[in-house]
């Protein structure tokens, strides 16, 4: 089974610069996250997907970060104007089922760093 | 708002110890707690999962307690290996609200 696939792996930017991720879930995983994880910090979560629909994005910080989920499928999260603050690691996950003991499935990652 | 917290934030041991790591929550009121191990450059894989009503968990040289009363959760490593070295976080949920992660615990075992 494949797993989460994302891209680019790294991506070095400069401050005010606009930047996109991209992350392909599992087959059939209805479920997409995407998490923030500062140097040194947990995972945050920055929005949740059912399908192509938004769940949760309380934490997305709306006035320079969008996403979404074309078709259920694949999804892109975009950061514009890039800050210093935002660098970090973007993970993306997906579950076929959200829920109390949904099992999530993480991809590698993009490692952002804004200068 | 829920806060978890891990200790150490870091640890270094000699193959062979068995360790703990530990996560403390703020609020008690959780549906479960899952344990994550995150390699470098690498997203994070499921170790453990315990619900509220248990209190603990098995698999292999990995067993996680739960005390949800006072807001604590162990990580037992029985006979660490140098393929153990990674970082280890744990993360509370409380109903179907979105995962709280804690600041991990960075574990490095030496030959």
């Known amino acids: 089974e494949a797993g989460v696939a994302q891209s680019p792996r790294y991506k070095i930017i400069e401050k005010r610069q606009s930047v996109a991720f991209w992350c392909n879930p599992i087959?059939?995983?209805?479920?997409l996250y995407w998490y923030q994880q500062i140097l040194g910090q947990g995972p945050k979560l920055l929005i949740q997907?059912?399908?192509?629909?938004?769940?949760?994005d309380s934490q997305l910080p709306k006035d320079r970060f969008s996403a979404e989920r074309l078709k259920g499928v694949d999804s892109t999260l975009k950061i514009q104007p890039a800050k210093l603050e935002d660098s970090a690691v973007y993970l993306c996950?997906?579950?076929?089922?959200?829920?109390?003991?949904?099992?999530?499935?993480f991809g590698s990652g993009t490692q952002l760093s804004v200068l | 708002k829920q806060e978890v917290t891990q200790i150490p934030a870091a640890l270094s041991v000699p193959e062979g110890e068995n360790l703990v790591l530990n996560c403390s929550f703020t609020?008690?009121?959780?549906?479960?707690l899952q344990w994550f191990r995150q390699d470098p450059g690498k997203g994070l894989t499921s170790l453990l999962l315990?619900?509220?009503?248990?209190r603990e968990q098995t698999s292999g040289r990995l067993n996680a307690s739960l005390d949800k009363s006072s807001g604590r959760s162990t990580l037992y490593i029985a006979a660490s290996q140098p393929g153990d070295s990674a970082t280890y976080l744990c993360?509370?949920?409380?109903?179907?609200?979105?995962?709280?992660f804690g600041t991990g615990t960075r574990l490095q075992v030496f030959p």
């Open positions: 996950a997906s579950s076929s089922r959200a829920g109390t003991n949904e099992k999530l499935f």
């Open positions: 087959s059939g995983h209805a479920t």
């Open positions: 997907f059912q399908n192509n629909g938004v769940v949760d």
């Open positions: 609020d008690s009121a959780i549906y479960n």
């Open positions: 315990i619900q509220s009503s248990q």
């Open positions: 993360a509370v949920r409380r109903g179907t609200d979105k995962l709280i």
